[in-house]
């Protein structure tokens, strides 16, 4: 089964990073956080590359000595730009590369959670999502965006959808026993974005994350642990994923879902 205590940071940061205090009534809940994540609290902002800042509004992510990096990056369902997307979330190419015939009921492991935007789209369009992320810094980032999101009336009923576990999907998924009818890949890409806040997220992450060089693994297992499908998010002209080719894939402006059939062999 999947571990429930995040990660060390030693592992998958790739930068170095603290945690930064903006208010000391917060001084407990920081603390807590530099246990689980094994990051020092940090006096300054500047004091390193990247600081995970815990104040009142939740946490946040920020790079103060880049002076193309300004301003924070946080995970927050709560907005009006959400709040709009979620009206149209069945027009969502990534919940119809879950199929057709998924019932709401549907569980849906995502592998490599990031952010969480993606997990809180399928939840908000009906499916039961479990949820990993093994980075440290993501996975305090998701958690705080979840809590925050669960306490608003228009999310509280998506976030009941969504179990998050901080910690690497491959030690949940056991090969030859299907854990969820569909598993969700999305490894780290470079990649071109069509706004800026988004291609700051991206560049912000790419900070404090490796590239999913052992991504390669993870899909094996997935194939084995996916009762109907696996689906894997990839740059619009990229390569398969372990040039493996997809039993069809939707594409967008800049992004494709590659969708791999395994239903039909998990008895096998």
């Known amino acids: 089964m999947c571990r429930q205590s995040f990660p060390q940071p030693a592992e998958k940061t790739c930068c170095p990073i603290g945690i930064y205090i903006a208010d000391p009534g917060l001084k407990s809940a920081a603390e807590i956080l530099a246990v689980k994540t094994g990051l020092p609290i940090i006096n300054t902002r500047s004091q390193l590359e990247t600081a995970l800042i815990v104040s009142q509004n939740g946490l946040s992510l920020a790079r103060p000595n880049d002076a193309e990096m300004t301003g924070t990056v946080q995970v927050d369902f709560t907005t009006g730009a959400w709040i709009r997307r979620l009206k149209r979330v069945g027009t969502e190419r990534l919940v119809k590369a879950m199929g057709k015939k998924s019932r709401k009921a549907t569980r849906i492991v995502d592998a490599t959670g990031g952010l969480g935007r993606d997990s809180f789209l399928l939840a908000a369009a009906g499916f039961q999502l479990q949820v990993f992320e093994r980075n440290p810094v993501l996975a305090a980032l998701l958690a705080d965006g979840l809590n925050r999101a669960s306490k608003t009336a228009v999310s509280e009923k998506i976030c009941r959808r969504i179990r998050f576990s901080p910690g690497d999907a491959i030690d949940f998924l056991a090969p030859g026993e299907a854990v969820a009818e569909i598993i969700y890949l999305d490894p780290m890409f470079p990649g071109t974005t069509s706004t800026a806040k988004v291609k700051k997220d991206l560049q912000m992450i790419q900070h404090v994350t490796d590239e999913?060089?052992?991504?390669?693994?993870?899909?094996?297992?997935?194939?084995?642990?996916?009762?109907?499908?696996?689906?894997?998010k990839r740059p619009k002209k990229g390569p398969w994923l372990s040039d493996r080719r997809p039993d069809y894939s939707l594409a967008g402006t800049t992004i494709r879902f590659d969708v791999y059939l395994v239903g039909s062999r998990c008895g096998q």
């Open 212 to 232: 999913d060089a052992d991504i390669d693994p993870l899909f094996a297992c997935a194939l084995q642990a996916a009762g109907e499908r696996v689906v894997v």
